[in-house]
T-cell receptor, first 118, second 113 residues
Framework: GAGVSQSPSNKVTEKGKDVELRCDPI?????LYWYRQSLGQGLEFLIY????????KSGLPSDRFSAERTGGSVSTLTIQRTQQEDSAVYLC????????????????FGEGSRLTVL | DAKTTQPTSMDCAEGRAANLPCNHS???????VYWYRQIHSQGPQYIIH???NNETNEMASLIITEDRKSSTLILPHATLRDTAVYYC??????????????FGTGTQLKVEL
């Protein structure tokens, strides 16, 4: 499709289980972001990938969270040993490295993956 | 990146202009002002951005004060579909300034009949 695609759209899991969330960015976008949004809260930055550079993991809340981006395209966010406080909507976004004016350009967001940990 | 301050909520009558203010008094010279919005249960959507000149596109206008310490997003003819949370974000346009957008709590705009 033309937009950022995320799957699953909804995931219900039991506390302690591992989950994987997938993001398929817009073709040609070299930068990819993961954010999460808890109910009624703002967006919380998690991790950023840019090309072959080392990712910016400064927003990951704990070592239970990890993400990878294979082949510079699809990304997977993995949460191990899920906790109830991990319940949130996980949003992926992508963009070009720079627009023609040299700006870092707009982010295009997917519709998110809603994670519920029971 | 500079911090922004926005009102928590605003109401606007359908068909009227919605003027959403944002204060960013600590903005530095290479930082841009970005606006995004998030309609309920959807991912955020880019609206517009600018450095120091006023900008206009098919969605909105962005007015930045001369000292760049504040800006206003204008939706010229608000409709019910413009009901959303509007985020004002300031960040450097250069990779050296960091690449992530930091979203605050935004302004909840409610457009009513």
């Amino acid at each position: 499709g033309a937009g950022v695609s995320q799957s699953p759209s909804n995931k219900v899991t039991e506390k302690g289980k591992d989950v994987e969330l997938r993001c398929d960015p817009i073709s040609g976008h070299t930068a990819l972001y993961w954010y999460r949004q808890s109910l009624g809260q703002g967006l919380e930055f998690l991790i950023y990938f840019q090309g072959n550079s080392a990712p910016d993991k400064s927003g990951l809340p704990s070592d239970r969270f990890s993400a990878e981006r294979t082949g510079g395209s699809v990304s997977t966010l993995t949460i191990q040993r899920t906790q109830q406080e991990d319940s949130a909507v996980y949003l992926c976004a992508s963009r070009f490295q720079r627009d023609p004016l040299g700006n870092t350009g707009e982010l295009f967001f997917g519709e998110g993956s809603r994670l519920t940990v029971l | 990146d500079a911090k922004t301050t926005q009102p928590t909520s605003m109401d606007c009558a359908e068909g009227r202009a919605a003027n959403l203010p944002c204060n960013h008094s600590t903005i530095s010279g290479n930082e841009y002002v970005y606006w995004y919005r998030q309609i309920h249960s959807q991912g955020p959507q880019y609206i517009i951005h600018g450095l120091k000149n006023n900008e206009t596109n098919e969605m909105a206008s962005l007015i930045i004060t001369e000292d760049r310490k504040s800006s206003t997003l204008i939706l010229p003819h608000a409709t019910l579909r413009d009901t959303a949370v509007y985020y004002c974000i300031v960040k450097s346009g250069l990779t050296g300034g960091g690449n992530k957008l930091t979203f605050g709590t935004g302004t909840q705009l409610k457009v009513e009949l």
